[in-house]
């Protein structure tokens, strides 16, 4: 099962920009799809975007136009870019799979939007 590491996360001001990155340690191939998820205090756990093998890509209604989900197979890194972020951005993000089983949850990288 492919682990996957969080990281880029950080406190910025409203408007700005982040690039966040999951690090797989095997293949990013072998999974269906990778998934970003963020959680804020006291929230359930929610899929923000999507990217398949394929490279189609889905995200919620929340943040369509402003985030954007990449893959670099031959890195076997996925990226979240997060631009005109907003307060209501800020929560822990997470990257997991997205169409198949899921695997254990990494300790997610914390996304800060505050002036």
């Known amino acids: 099962q492919v682990q996957l590491v969080e990281s880029g996360g950080g406190l910025v001001q409203p408007g700005g920009s982040l690039r966040l990155s999951c690090a797989a340690s095997g293949s990013l191939r072998s999974m269906y799809a990778v998934g970003w998820y963020r959680q804020a205090p006291g929230k359930q756990r929610d899929l923000v975007a999507r990217?398949?093998?394929?490279?189609?890509?889905n995200y919620a209604d929340s943040v369509k136009g402003r985030f954007t989900i990449s893959r670099d197979n031959a890195k076997n890194t996925a990226y979240l870019q997060m631009n005109s972020l907003k307060p209501e951005d800020t929560a822990v993000y997470y990257c997991?799979?997205?169409?198949?089983?899921?695997?254990?949850w990494g300790q997610g990288t914390l996304v800060t939007v505050s002036s």
């Open positions: 997991n799979e997205a169409l198949g089983v899921q695997g254990p």
């Open positions: 990217i398949r093998s394929s490279g189609s890509t």
